[in-house]
């Protein structure tokens, strides 16, 4: 069971200077502790994301950070070049001495994507493209590519990544078939949904897998994404964690209530009592977490957690706290 970060880096009300200073120190804090990886959300325009470019904070992130693997979740590929994304990610890659973790997707929100004039419609065609040409562009040489959206003659390709032939790629999943078609592409997932669902995923991820005649031992990450807010005194640790989501869950909402939509993909209940219930959260003493914890790596098939310690108003102090009673004793007694 691999354990990593999951981070909206979301708007905490601080000045912006201390915000960002806060999530470099936790990710020090990450590393030391031999979390596996740091997986940033891209988001623009709203207060869920202060990282709209994923690259600069990750590049300041490489340096702060010695053995943390690290990258988007995702990269919303409609919004970039591919050849200078295919650019960046080798700096990332070298920079960092192979430690980038690639994870793409055409973006969830096309509220997001209407705003750099993409329709939504023809996102899912633009990142399919992009991606061909970005995994294309790494593999070294020299570069030709004749697509509906992208063009590229005969182009030098100077940079490489360490990790060859590209870094690894991650995808997030919400159905079934969106796990299928990870597996095909050999990628690793992290979904957000509710316990009740992860079963099918994961099965889903995993029969595909073993259709194509892989190797079973060589299974990809397969990963949820929580919610966790600890402390020795279980009432006072749910006090924060309820007001740190009503926090995480206005800059969640906002832009999809200015436009009048519902967000895709995810119902976020008013308070964090029911993410709890529906396994998205978990709050309380080192001791409870564990056991939830390991209830659902058991009931859900996943080998891999994705923990969210930094939401909110939660400052560096309050995160820092639920990250060394992870460490100390909720992580030596998980599967």
Not at 93 to 107: A, K, W
Not at 134 to 162: C, H, K, N, Q, W
Not at 180 to 185: G, K, S
Not at 228 to 249: F, K, N, P, Q, S
Request: hydrophobic share 45%; net charge negative; proline share 7%.
């Amino acid at each position: 069971m691999r354990i990593g970060i999951f981070d909206h880096l979301d708007d905490s009300g601080r000045p912006l200077p201390e915000h960002y200073e806060e999530r470099l120190r936790l990710a020090e804090r990450y590393d030391a502790a031999g979390f596996h990886a740091y997986h940033l959300a891209e988001h623009h325009a709203t207060p869920l994301g202060t990282a709209p470019s994923p690259n600069v904070f990750l590049a300041a992130l490489a340096q702060r950070t010695k053995r943390l693997r690290f990258g988007p979740m995702v990269y919303c590929l409609p919004l970039y070049h591919p050849l200078r994304l295919y650019e960046e990610i080798c700096m990332l890659d070298q920079m960092s001495r192979g430690r980038l973790e690639f994870g793409v997707g055409r973006g969830i929100s096309p509220i997001e994507l209407s705003f750099f004039g993409i329709e939504s419609d023809a996102s899912r065609a633009i990142y399919a493209e992009a991606l061909e040409l970005i995994r294309r562009a790494l593999a070294g040489g020299r570069l030709s590519f004749a697509g509906t959206y992208y063009r590229v003659d005969d182009m030098p390709l100077e940079l490489e990544p360490v990790q060859r032939p590209h870094p690894p790629l991650w995808y997030g999943v919400a159905d079934p078939a969106s796990a299928e078609r990870a597996a095909d592409e050999g990628m690793n997932v992290i979904t957000n949904r509710p316990l009740a669902e992860v079963r099918g995923l994961t099965e889903a991820y995993r029969a595909r897998w073993l259709a194509l005649k892989r190797d079973p031992a060589a299974l990809p990450n397969l990963g949820v994404s929580r919610h966790l807010v600890l402390g020795e005194d279980a009432e006072e640790a749910l006090t924060i964690a309820r007001r740190a989501y009503r926090r995480w869950r206005a800059g969640f909402l906002k832009l999809w209530d200015e436009h009048g939509m519902a967000p895709i993909n995810v119902k976020l209940p008013p308070e964090i009592d029911q993410m709890i219930e529906a396994g998205l959260a978990v709050v309380g003493t080192p001791e409870h977490a564990a056991e939830v914890l390991g209830a659902q790596i058991e009931a859900s098939g996943i080998n891999y957690l994705a923990a969210r310690f930094a939401f909110g108003d939660l400052g560096f102090d309050q995160a820092a706290r639920s990250i060394d009673l992870f460490v100390e004793r909720v992580w030596p007694r998980l599967p």
